[in-house]
């Protein structure tokens, strides 16, 4: 063989092991990204599920961003919102510490992912002519990613429902 042969063989098994690397980057690049999306709507879901469960099963708001109302007429919104269950005892969601809590236990995995700041809140709206109305109950917020490194792939999502309240009684 000559030296222009081996060479010519050298560089094509570069270019061939370029590629290959390429194509195997990119596939395990997307597969994480997959994961990631994935958590975020599991963790998203699972709090949205849990929230709304308990909206549906209580008897009033009694707490709205830490301030005591009667009714939602005033189109309370904040990071909380206390609930008076149906069997007489108290539920208060809050948005603190980059999580969602349902009485200080957290309703997602802060191992993976987090509240992003300042998206999150829980707001009552009602007829304002009519206290025994129905009051709806809304939830936002927008959970990210927590261990991003590169911000081409940091993956994130908005989550947010309203829901009434099936058993109210003002």
Known sequence: YTIIELLAVVAILVIISGVITGILYSTLRGSNNTQISTSITENGNYAISVISAAITDSRS???????????????????????RRLSGGSTTFSCASNTISSNSASLINSEEVVVEADTCFFYCNQLSSDSYAIPIVGVTFKLAEKNSTLPESRSSAIFNTAVSLRNYSP
């Open 61 to 83: 708001i009694t707490e709205v961003g830490g301030v005591n109302i009667s009714d939602c007429t005033a189109s309370p919104s904040g990071t909380s919102i206390t609930l």
